[in-house]
């Protein structure tokens, strides 16, 4: 088994552990209940607070667009991947086990996808940087110039075909994702006489 592999096996048994673990949580807090956990103030705590912390996943596509020096924001690309974790698993917790209404259960389908889609993604995204790294330790070996090494390396990071792929996954249904939260929290406004 590559690194690689063994890393995303790990990863892969953490976050499942964390989520049985915190539905376990869930169900232990609404046992004897006479409301289960998701739908008590506690229960919308760990709701909003699982949003607010997926709302810190968006600094970091924002900072890498927007960043006048072009430079990739490193530490908001940690933020990201632990809000993306950390996040889903809060509303985990606010939903628990129990999925009676069909946007919640749409968007907490799409939280996964999006979550499983990064955690992938960071897989892909470690083998293309390992890839690129061996092929610029090839070409400095033939001798080419920094500047030629640059050229290819940047041709051979466009092709890959497996970061599209990532990216056609991610990108739409973090969008997807996001407008079912907002059709979700609006429904309970509504139907709670909020608004």
């Known amino acids: ?10 990863i ?6 964390a989520v049985v673990g915190t539905l376990g949580f869930e169900a232990a807090l609404s046992r ?13 705590a760990a709701g909003w607070a ?6 810190l996943v968006f600094v970091y596509p924002v900072k890498k667009r927007h960043s006048q ?15 993306g974790l950390v996040g889903p698993l809060l509303i985990f917790l606010h939903s628990g086990a129990h999925y009676h209404a069909l946007v919640p259960v749409s968007s907490l389908v799409f939280l996964v996808i999006v979550t499983l889609s990064g955690v ?23 001798g080419l110039e920094d500047d030629q090494i640059d ?9 890959e075909q497996a970061f599209r792929l990532w990216q056609a996954i ?16 609006v429904g309970v406004w509504f139907f709670a006489g909020i608004i």
């Open 1 to 10: 088994m590559t690194k690689v592999q063994l890393r995303l096996l790990s």
């Open 12 to 17: 892969t048994a953490l976050v499942g552990a």
């Open 32 to 44: 004897g209940q006479s409301l289960p956990f998701g739908h008590t103030s506690y229960g919308h």
């Open 50 to 55: 699982g949003l607010s912390v997926l709302l």
């Open 69 to 83: 020096a072009r430079q990739w924001p490193h530490g908001w690309f940690q933020v990201h991947m632990v809000a």
């Open 120 to 142: 992938v993604g960071q897989t892909v995204h470690a083998l293309a940087l390992k890839g690129l790294n061996e092929q610029r330790r090839l070409l400095q070996r033939e």
């Open 151 to 159: 050229l290819r390396l940047h041709r051979l990071a466009a092709e």
């Open 170 to 185: 991610h990108a739409p249904t973090t969008l997807i994702c996001a407008v079912l939260t907002l059709v979700h929290i």
